[in-house]
């Protein structure tokens, strides 16, 4: 059963939380992980890249030069794709990338992703710094006091915090988000989570732990 810290806003440790459950104490699959950042990341691509092929092409109606007795190769038209400013072939299209993953997939990601962090020991539950005003400031204070500063972390929570979220949207490496909008491909890429206490009981009644 994975043991994680409970931080106060100094960085010092109050206690400890036992994370009992199949969403912590799962074996996380590995294939299971790749298939879905590979189709997350798929799912991201805008997919707007656009070229001109010769259907697309304005001009081209006139034979550049007569068939013979110029010494160069022959030519039917300026948008050939060997001609500089010509068309192109076989280029990309403005098209959909997305495409749906199975719900037991984005569940047993879940598992896995929360159980590999719960297992390395980077999953902590925190209080939050106390901001009189949404100040860069009091978040790197917070994050260079628990020694995170300029590490890959994530900060989950619970409900609307505005001030923490305009803080926070500065400093490097950190990013914050709504514990019930979290995702696999979130604690792959953060190397630390960090979690208020709210929200992680908003990740269990989200995500189901029993």
């Known amino acids: 059963m994975p043991e994680i810290k409970i931080l106060a806003k100094d960085g010092s440790e109050t206690g400890t939380i036992n994370l009992a459950g199949p969403l912590f104490e799962s074996e996380p699959k590995e294939h299971i992980l790749h298939e879905y950042v590979k189709g997350f990341l798929r799912n991201q691509r805008q997919g707007t890249s656009s070229t001109l092929n010769r259907s697309r092409m304005k001009g081209g109606g006139k034979k550049p030069f007569r068939q013979k007795g110029t010494g160069r190769a022959r030519a039917g038209s ?12 076989w280029g990309p299209v403005p098209r959909d990338h997305y495409r749906a993953m199975p719900k037991n997939l984005k569940k047993i990601a879940m598992r896995s992703a929360f159980s590999l962090r719960a297992k390395e020991g980077n999953i902590r539950v925190v209080e939050l710094p106390e901001m009189p005003e949404p100040k860069t400031r009091f978040v790197s204070g917070f994050l260079k006091q628990l020694g995170l500063y300029h590490q890959k972390t994530i900060l989950l929570f619970e409900g609307k915090n505005e001030s923490l979220v305009l803080a926070s949207r500065n400093i490097k490496y950190f990013n914050t988000k709504r514990a019930e909008l979290v995702n696999p491909f979130d604690l792959l ?7 208020t206490e709210q929200g992680l009981n908003r990740i269990k009644e989200i995500f189901g732990n029993d």
């Open 189 to 195: 890429w953060h190397q630390n989570i960090l979690i």
């Open 78 to 89: 300026n948008t050939s794709p060997v001609w500089t400013g010509g068309a192109v072939a």
